[in-house]
């Protein structure tokens, strides 16, 4: 299995709080992605990284934003949470672009 | 722009029995394709992936895929279906010069003993 984690796995908070989710990896991979997965919808991506510092937005960008400081670290910030942003969200990282090697996920309620 | 429709939001299969999931794509360039499986409370794990050269391609726990360009098409088979096969299994396309994945939206396959 490659080498990510996600923290928190579980995370509950109160809409209008700012929440940071945290994905590392162990791999040296150059691309690394944040995803949200709502029933219906599959996957969606919110944004990606394609190397230190060097990030671009996905298609459901909206009320979030992420930083890469270092090659294994990918932060992503819910400035304001709100309840349309529970979900369960994904990291993933590829070392070329291709293909994608997911964490295990973290599961965000916002009341 | 890639996108991908999967046929089908849930399938069900007796044990034993042929799994086919169907898939769809569109792409403005030659694509990469890929099927993914979900288990419950867990992340995505890669079954198999077309970029170029043989059109069928074989992944892991006995599935497989054929590419078929006229079709745009990007079907997953199994012969025959075991009970540990019930997953979420989604399709996904990027094209050859794009570092994003578009995927599916999923297809939840349960198999009946």
Redesign the interface.
Known sequence: DAG?TQSPRHKVTETGTPVTLRCHQTENHR?M?WYRQDP??????IH?S?GVKDTDK?EVSDGYSVSRSKTEDFLLTLESATSSQTSVY?C?I?RQ?????????TRLTVT | AQSVTQLGSHVSVSEGALVLLRCNYSSSVPPYLFWYVQYPNQGLQLLLKYTTGATLVKGINGFEAEFKKSETSFHLTKPSAHMSDAAEYFCAVSGSNDYKLSFGAGTTVTVRA
């Open positions: 990510i691309y992605y219906g919808h599959g996957l969606r991506l990606y394609y996905g994904f993933a590829s672009g291709d293909e994608q090697y997911f964490g295990p996920g």
